[in-house]
């Protein structure tokens, strides 16, 4: 069967939801009632290779996994693609050869939340709070941090990042911000809703939060592949705190762990590695750590799983919400809304969102 619509790599509650969505939007009129859909688990090189008579649709539905073919791309009118993802690097490139879309609020309060978690964690240094409790120790150990009055720059404001900004406020910290698109934020946001920074300026920082999309493309302004350098991050005060919930490309471990060690860094949070595909395969035993990021990254992943050390790890989970989940299917769904609006030719929103 020839389908006008694929999802691929729908696992989950996201997979139903999807189904549920699209049988509103048919019974709404926003999208053909005749619009025949499929929705599977596999990413788009898994499903070709299980079925390889499939023809595919002018549009299609992918998560980061999913790698669109170049016969596609180059075939027939041109493509569109809605990846159900925040980040978008997987597909950047092919910006000027198809219309692209991404998920850009589905997430919002599930990873700014999952970034003071993080947050919290480290700065109450909170392996060695619980370590103590087996012996009932209430005075040997390190201070925490208390939060108010602390410097804190989220790195990054758009949807996440100005989410986790607000919070950040709420809680009583000196928030500040970074990010290159200071004009166009201000001009979205409203003037003095984000107090900006330079890049420079953040070096007084007691707390780091990455909250940055990662932009792949070194043409790009937004370039920002190992921006939190071992050089730059070496600048900040000794014992401040690293939180990221985006990419681990932006913010690569060798460095942290270097300045773990050295005392400069009092502790991280991470939701994210850098190369996880090799770090995944470190820990399920598969090979050995080769890189010099592997072999950070393992040695953070150990230590915070045996409660030692200032570090606090999880695999890309800030996404998973029970809500997000949903929101995640509502919001594919209103950009295919678009997609038919526009007589399939266009999002409403799609790369590139900054020019």
């Not at 006008?4 to 053909?32: R, S, Y």
């Not at 499939?54 to 009118?77: A, Q």
């Not at 997987?90 to 939340?113: D, K, P, Q």
Request: glycine share 8%; aromatic share 10%; proline share 3%.
């Amino acid at each position: 069967m020839v389908y006008d619509l694929i999802f691929f790599e729908a696992l989950g509650a996201e997979n139903a939801h999807l189904a549920e969505e699209m049988e509103k939007a048919k019974q709404n009129g926003t999208v053909p009632k005749d619009l025949s859909y499929l929705i599977v688990t596999e990413n788009l090189q898994e499903y070709l290779t299980a079925h390889p008579e499939t023809e595919l649709p002018d549009i299609l539905s992918t998560k980061t996994h999913s790698r669109l073919p170049e016969k596609w791309l180059g075939s027939g009118k041109k493509k569109s693609v809605i990846t159900r993802s925040a980040g978008y690097d997987h597909f950047e490139a092919l910006a000027g050869r198809a219309n692209i879309t991404s998920l850009r609020r589905y997430c919002v309060n599930a990873v700014a939340e999952t970034a003071l978690k993080l947050m919290f964690c480290v700065c109450g240094n909170l392996n060695e709070y619980t370590a103590n409790t087996a012996r009932f120790e209430r005075n040997a150990c390190i201070s925490f941090k208390e939060l108010s009055g602390l410097k804190a720059t989220v790195f990054g404001v758009g949807k996440i990042g100005s989410r986790i900004y607000e919070m950040c406020e709420g809680l009583g910290l000196d928030v500040r911000a970074v990010d290159v698109r200071e004009k166009e934020l201000t001009e979205e946001y409203g003037v003095g809703k984000i107090r900006f920074l330079s890049k420079e300026e953040a070096v007084d920082s007691d707390v780091v939060i990455c909250a940055m999309n990662y932009t792949a493309d070194p043409a790009s302004r937004l370039y920002n592949a190992g921006y939190f350098s071992k050089e730059y991050l070496s600048r900040f005060p000794k014992g401040f705190v690293f939180i990221n919930v985006t990419r681990g490309e932006i913010a690569p471990e060798s460095g942290l762990w270097e300045l773990y060690e050295s005392g400069r860094l009092f502790g991280a949070g991470l939701d994210v590695f850098s190369g996880e595909a090799g770090v995944s395969a470190v820990l399920r035993g598969e090979k050995k750590a080769e890189t010099a990021n592997e072999i950070a990254a393992e040695k953070i992943i150990r230590l915070a799983l045996e409660r030692k050390g200032n570090f606090y790890v999880q695999p890309h989970q800030g996404f998973n919400s029970d809500k997000a989940a949903l929101t995640k299917a509502e919001e594919t769904v209103r950009h295919l809304e678009a997609y038919f609006a526009n007589g399939c030719e266009k999002f409403d929103s799609q790369l590139p969102y900054y020019e």
